[in-house]
């Protein structure tokens, strides 16, 4: 557990100007999951009920069957469903074996309220993708 925080530390802290006080405290929420090479995290239009701050791994990210993005240490998997509709907006497929911090939707909405710089920082990112997504 200890390896993947060091990981991800300093790109999560720095991407969501985040404390180590705060990252901590959101950490001790998570639990750490492991994903092999193939699986899939997330399919496109179905509903999820988990966050996931990616700590060893790449994965794919596909929009009807087309390959968008890839995710690596410290990415954000999940917030899409936070901000405008609980449906999944991408498939996410494990292009590697990963380790995640998962966290259920509830616990990270409570993490949201209790650190409003990782509420806006999620918020923007979600919008930021929604846009790219739909090419505004």
């Known amino acids: 557990f ?3 925080k060091t990981a991800i530390r300093v790109r ?3 991407h969501f100007n985040l404390s180590e006080d705060e990252f901590e405290a959101i ?3 998570a639990s750490l ?3 092999p090479k193939g699986n899939t ?4 239009g179905r509903a999820s009920q ?3 701050f990616v700590a060893e791994g790449i994965a794919d990210v596909f929009k009807e069957n087309e390959k968008m993005n890839t995710v690596s240490v410290g990415d954000v998997l999940g917030e899409m469903s936070l901000v405008g509709g609980s449906k999944c907006s991408a498939t996410v497929v494990a ?3 990963m380790s995640l911090f998962r966290f259920a939707k509830d616990t990270f909405d409570v ?3 209790r650190f409003p710089r990782l509420n806006n920082s999620i918020v923007l990112e979600a919008l930021s993708r929604k846009l790219q997504q739909n090419d505004l």
């Not at 995290?41 to 496109?44: A, H």
Request: aromatic letters at 16%.
């Open 2 to 4: 200890d390896e993947f």
């Open 41 to 44: 995290l997330f399919k496109e």
């Open 111 to 113: 993490l949201l309220n």
């Open 12 to 14: 999560i802290e720095a």
């Open 33 to 35: 999951i492991d994903i």
């Open 50 to 52: 988990y966050v996931y």
């Open 95 to 97: 292009s590697t074996d």
């Open 27 to 29: 950490l001790e929420k």
